[in-house]
């Protein structure tokens, strides 16, 4: 590859477009067909991240950058059967404790100060009152319905746009410390399920249906006309 350097390296950069500029970012976390994301990563994608909004100062400000209406829509709200979380991270946490049977576990995590602590809290929770009485499977129908309801086009159309904004591109939350069965380990591809991040596209593929389902009649009027 030839190396661009001096004059024509400045020309270059004033020429690049504030988008391609974004997208070359997030190229560099995630690749061309994918992309990658966690609360403390700063390449405009943190949204995505269950800790939203209760993310890093610069991953907030990257977010804000990368796609800026969602500025205006802060703080986020998720709202689960008339119950409001601060965060997707509260109301899956609350909502698994609650399918348990467990109101005041559930409760309690609801109104914990952030996500880190709702998800400390969990785990100090399991410790007293022991492990879940409910499924694997149950517990990924809880985080479909979590993450349908961030990305609700009637409570937070912004988000949902911003989902949709992501195309085709497969999602992927990077692992933490522990292996998890929601996240993926990119050096170990096959060492996780990747569940999060298949969630987030199946509930992208249903906003993509929506909208166009609600374009259709728009652009039948048109074409009789």
Request: proline share 5%; charged share 25%.
């Amino acid at each position: 590859m030839s190396k661009v350097s001096g004059s024509k390296r400045k020309a270059t950069d004033q020429a690049a477009t504030a988008p391609e500029a974004k997208k070359s970012k997030a190229k560099a976390v995630g690749g061309a067909d994918s992309i990658s994301f966690k609360s403390n990563t700063f390449n405009g994608y943190a949204f995505l991240s269950n800790f939203w909004p209760d993310v890093k100062t610069g991953a907030k400000e990257a977010v804000f950058q990368h796609f800026p209406p969602l500025r205006s829509c802060y703080p986020l709200i998720v709202e689960v059967d008339g119950v409001e979380y601060k965060t997707a991270e509260h109301a899956f946490q609350a909502l698994r404790w609650k399918k348990a049977g467990n109101e005041n576990a559930a409760y309690a995590i609801a109104h914990a100060a952030t996500a880190l602590d709702a998800k400390k809290l969990n785990t100090q929770l399991k410790k007293r009152y022991g492990p879940f009485s409910i499924s694997p499977a149950e517990e990924v129908v809880i985080m479909r319905k979590v993450l349908r309801a961030k990305f609700s086009t009637t409570e937070n159309p912004v988000y949902a746009a911003a989902l949709v904004t992501t195309g085709t591109r497969a999602l992927h939350e990077t692992r933490g410390r522990s292996a998890s069965r929601w996240t993926k380990d990119v050096r170990n591809p096959p060492a996780q399920d990747d569940l999060l991040g298949q969630l987030l596209g199946e509930v992208r593929a249903e906003l993509r249906a929506q909208g166009e389902q609600a374009a259709a009649p728009a652009a039948a009027a048109a074409g009789s006309q």
